[in-house]
T-cell receptor
Framework: KQEVTQIPAALSVPEGENLVLNCSFTDSAIYNLQWFRQDPGKGLTSLLLIQSSQREQTSGRLNASLDKSSGRSTLYIAASQPGDSATYLCAVNGGRDGNKLVFGAGTILRVKS | EAGVAQSPRYKIIEKRQSVAFWCNPISGHATLYWYQQILGQGPKLLIQFQNNGVVDDSQLPKDRFSAERLKGVDSTLKIQPAKLEDSAVYLC????????????FGPGTRLLVL
């Protein structure tokens, strides 16, 4: 059964810092991995999707990497801003659990101004 | 382009009562998902539809939860009877195709069972 773990569970940083969020998964037979952002009381917004054949994806200040063989992904946020404060969720698609997203519990990020 | 719509946004009920949630996916999206997100956890897939057929309902508590997607568009998720542990946010998502496509999420329905 696919299991996804995110570390740290919570993170508080001053504005302007670069930061890294970590995600690990137990079954490397995945189709892709996605990073989502969730704001309080709102749904999930997809930030980046990395196909299993890719190593990384970039969007603005965000960069996500994937090491499928070791079952790890990182989300790098450059020059953090207070507006980045949210919960960041990692989800893997595929593996021996079938074709569905399996989510981690998320990292709660707070960027202080 | 309109996003995924859900209603109601909030619902408070007593245990053993019934409740229903509604979802309207993005136009043209054949695949629809219902997730349950308990406070402090990531979303867990309850059921996945491809058009109006069920693809995966392995994690749906079928003794109390039911879902349908008539005509392959809108969907409803029902809980009857509700238990305290059903308190959660119920998220609906849709994608153009199954498996590898990006899923787009609605705002969710926050359910509190007292």
């Amino acid at each position: 059964k696919q299991e996804v773990t995110q570390i740290p569970a919570a993170l508080s940083v001053p504005e302007g810092e670069n930061l890294v969020l970590n995600c690990s998964f137990t079954d490397s037979a995945i189709y892709n991995l996605q990073w989502f952002r969730q704001d309080p009381g709102k749904g999930l917004t997809s930030l980046l999707l990395i196909q299993s054949s890719q190593r990384e994806q970039t969007s603005g200040r965000l960069n996500a990497s994937l090491d499928k063989s070791s079952g790890r992904s990182t989300l790098y946020i450059a020059a953090s801003q207070p507006g980045d404060s949210a919960t960041y969720l990692c989800a893997v698609n595929g593996g021996r659990d079938g074709n569905k997203l399996v989510f981690g519990a998320g990292t709660i990020l707070r960027v202080k101004s | 382009e309109a996003g995924v719509a859900q209603s109601p946004r909030y619902k408070i009920i007593e245990k053993r009562q019934s409740v229903a949630f509604w979802c309207n996916p993005i136009s043209g999206h054949a695949t629809l998902y219902w997730y349950q997100q308990i406070l402090g956890q990531g979303p867990k897939l309850l059921i996945q539809f491809q058009n109006n057929g069920v693809v995966d309902d392995s994690q749906l508590p079928k003794d109390r939860f039911s879902a349908e997607r008539l005509k392959g568009v809108d969907s409803t998720l029902k809980i009857q009877p509700a238990k305290l542990e059903d308190s959660a946010v119920y998220l609906c998502a849709s994608s153009f195709g199954p498996v590898k496509g990006t899923q787009y999420f609605g705002p969710g329905t926050r359910l509190l069972v007292l």
